[in-house]
T-cell receptor
């Protein structure tokens, strides 16, 4: 089983739509979680950190369910500029250092 | 404006060449990472340095040799690479994991490596 698994995508949605991405992780001891965004041929950029049960930042809401080892990202009122690959990231914090494990990513395409 | 800078941005090298990738961070972090991203594959963690000590070597072939002379600089020395090593190599930095908070990693723009 992969350490971090995501919806394969791609998601093709119209502007204004609400879209949700799911992510599961295998290491129950994981303590911190992130969503990153990666544009084509660019580096990943931090979108949101998820330390407790969830986090909200404008149109973006992340939820964490530790019992089910599940993280989600909800994007409301999608914009054309939201088109990118969204990466679920888990930090097992093994041995007292960070070890960010990335999912394969879910591609989002927002069309007019 | 990224606080993590990688050079060069693009590199083409022959299989017998020796080259080095450089990464510099200006964020006051004390952990640095090398990741590899091949086409249509997720980011693969290669090496982790925490307080300038290598703490993770994720089964990376010896033709990749990292070096971390101080907490702001990280190198990846390359020699006798194979065409399948062509990929985007990304450097990242963060605070080291002493707690749950503030463990986000910030990435450089990457070096796109082509081995011919």
């Amino acid at each position: 089983r992969k350490e971090v698994e995501q919806d394969p995508g791609p998601f093709n949605v119209p502007e204004g739509a609400t879209v949700a991405f799911n992510c599961t992780y295998s290491n129950s001891a994981s303590q911190s979680f992130f969503w990153y965004r990666q544009d084509c041929r660019k580096e990943p950029k931090l979108l949101m950190s998820v330390y407790s049960s969830g986090n909200e930042d404008g149109r973006f809401t992340a939820q964490l369910n530790r019992a089910s080892q599940y993280i989600s990202l909800l994007i409301r009122d999608s914009k054309l500029s939201d088109s990118a690959t969204y990466l679920c990231v888990v930090n097992p914090l093994r041995g007292g250092y960070n070890k960010l494990i990335f999912g394969a990513g879910t591609r989002l395409a927002v069309h007019p | 404006e990224t606080g993590v800078t990688q050079t060069p941005r693009h590199l083409v090298m022959g299989m017998t060449n020796k080259k080095s990738l450089k990464c510099e961070q200006h964020l006051g972090h004390n952990a640095m990472y090398w990741y590899k991203q091949s086409a249509k594959k997720p980011l693969e963690l290669m090496f982790v340095y925490s307080l300038e000590e290598r703490v993770e070597n994720n089964s990376v072939p010896s033709r990749f040799s990292p070096e971390c002379p101080n907490s702001s600089h990280l190198f990846l020395h390359l020699h006798t690479l194979q065409p399948e090593d062509s990929a985007l190599y990304l450097c990242a930095s963060s605070h080291r994991g002493q707690g749950i908070m503030n463990t986000e990693a910030f990435f450089g723009q990457g070096t796109r490596l082509t081995v011919v």
